[in-house]
């Protein structure tokens, strides 16, 4: 069974259908990119997998739990589903270490000790040991992603899903956060990634979807969406951004 | 009387209604304070009820005057119902209601204020609302809404005079009763404005120092 498994999934704003019946499944430690031109709907997919978007129909199943269900206990199953924000969210009353601490603790996965133990070894992962009490305004955009996607893996998920993770940051602060996600996908983490990183989506990701007009217009291995894509209007946005 | 020689005599009985004005804006505003934020909650929950209630109580409040409220409740309420009650309870409801309804709309402006996207990293993180609301939405709104709270404290602790009118003896009552005595309005209104303008001060100053201590700034 596929990690993540969604079936005609629809989303309506109102009168405006964004997701027009999506397909996929997406198997344990794949990483896959999601790209495509901006109001497609890659964002509202995502944001569905953990029902942030509440989907108007169909079913999503992440470890075998049906996030759809009616009956389902969402505040559980989505201690699970790791999410990085393009704005990265960070709560900027709490401290960086607190921002780690605040939900492993209050769901009772840990007792303060060992929130702190995983915190400070989560902060080494990502390179911010030294910014344990510093607040986030204190911090640059990497930094501040960084310590999100460190908030996220607190909670042991075993999806991690990433918004747009570096449209917000300058330039010169990319690749920071790019070498983390690289990291953590070698150790084998489930990751769903939409982005505007070609460069990203072509090297690191397993597989590529192009999202166009609410549907997965074409997916494949990277090679073969950037290297001999199908559809023209993969071929027409391709142009566009490379 | 010479105005030292006034102030002197008075100030016992000036005294004896301030610490009145203090007791009544005191206890009004704790209670308006909890009323304020659970009639916000009302008005921001998805159950259409609790919303509807929340929006009769502000238009009632923002639409009748604090003296007609305090006379109704004193008067009416306890007429129509065959209780008694003292000027102070009736004065402790009636600021109460009042300064809750304005009080859930600030708190409401101040919730809403706190970035959506705070809400959505609390709860993809697994929190629950209740928990997303008490550890990170309400913090961040209390530091929004400080100065339009102390504002409202300011207001509520001024409007204590108008409970004179039911007989309750705080600081505007005492200065009419020492003006009946001594005809110096003048003086004495003078007096009871300083005591008045002292409070309030000192209140924003404290405001003011603890908005600083939890500023992000």
């Not at chain 2, 102030?7 to 009544?24: A, D, H, K, R």
């Not at chain 2, 005591?195 to 992000?216: C, D, G, Q």
Request: net charge neutral; proline share 3%; glycine share 8%.
């Amino acid at each position: 069974m596929a990690k993540i498994e969604v079936r005609e999934l629809h989303k309506y704003f109102g009168e405006n259908e964004v997701l027009r019946g999506i397909d996929c499944d997406i198997e344990e430690g794949e990483l896959v990119c999601v790209i495509g031109p901006s109001g497609s709907g890659k964002s509202t997919f995502l944001r569905c997998i953990n029902c942030l978007e509440e989907p108007t129909s169909g079913s999503i199943t992440v470890s075998g739990h049906l996030m759809t269900a009616a009956h389902a206990n969402i505040d559980k199953l989505r201690e699970d589903i790791g999410m990085v924000f393009q704005q990265f969210n960070l709560f900027p009353n709490l401290t960086v270490m607190s921002n780690i601490t605040l939900a492993p603790v209050l769901t009772k996965k840990c007792t303060k000790e060992e929130a702190l133990d995983l915190g400070r070894r989560l902060l080494e992962r990502v390179g911010l040991s030294e910014k344990e009490n510093a607040y986030p305004r204190s911090l640059s955009g990497g930094q501040k992603q960084r310590v999100a996607i460190a908030r996220a893996l607190a909670m042991k998920p075993q999806v991690m899903l990433f918004d747009e993770p570096t449209s917000a940051l300058d330039p010169e602060m990319v690749g920071e956060v790019l070498d983390v996600m690289k990291k953590l996908a070698q150790e084998g983490m489930t990751m769903v990634v939409v982005t505007h990183e070609m460069g990203f989506a072509k090297t690191v990701a397993d597989r590529v979807f192009f999202i166009d007009e609410g549907v997965i217009a074409e997916e494949g291995a990277p090679e073969q969406v950037f290297g001999n894509p199908k559809n023209p209007r993969t071929k027409n946005f391709l142009n566009k951004v490379l | 009387m010479g105005f030292f020689e006034l102030l002197q005599e008075s100030l016992p009985m000036l005294l004896q209604g301030l610490g009145l004005t203090l007791q009544l804006s005191a206890v009004s505003l704790a209670i308006a304070m909890v009323l304020g934020l659970l009639a916000s909650l009302m008005g921001m929950s998805k159950i259409k009820i609790l919303q509807v209630i929340n929006r009769v109580y502000v238009a009632i409040i923002r639409g009748t005057p604090l003296l007609v409220q305090a006379f109704f409740i004193y008067f009416g309420v306890t007429g129509a119902l065959g209780i008694k009650m003292s000027a102070f309870t009736a004065g402790v409801i009636a600021l109460s209601l009042n300064a809750g309804g304005y009080l859930s709309e600030i708190f409401r402006g101040g919730i809403q204020a706190v970035d959506p996207g705070q809400t959505e990293a609390a709860r993809s993180l697994g929190l629950t609302q209740a928990q997303t609301l008490r550890r990170v939405v309400i913090p961040q709104a209390i530091r929004i809404c400080i100065p339009s709270v102390v504002n409202q404290w300011c207001i509520t602790i001024k409007d204590t005079s108008i409970i004179c009118v039911i007989g309750l003896a705080e600081l505007t009552r005492m200065g009419q009763q020492i003006i009946a005595r001594t005809y110096q309005s003048f003086e004495v209104w003078i007096i009871v404005g300083v005591m008045y303008f002292l409070v309030i001060y000192l209140l924003t100053v404290l405001a003011r120092y603890v908005e600083k201590k939890v500023s992000l700034g």
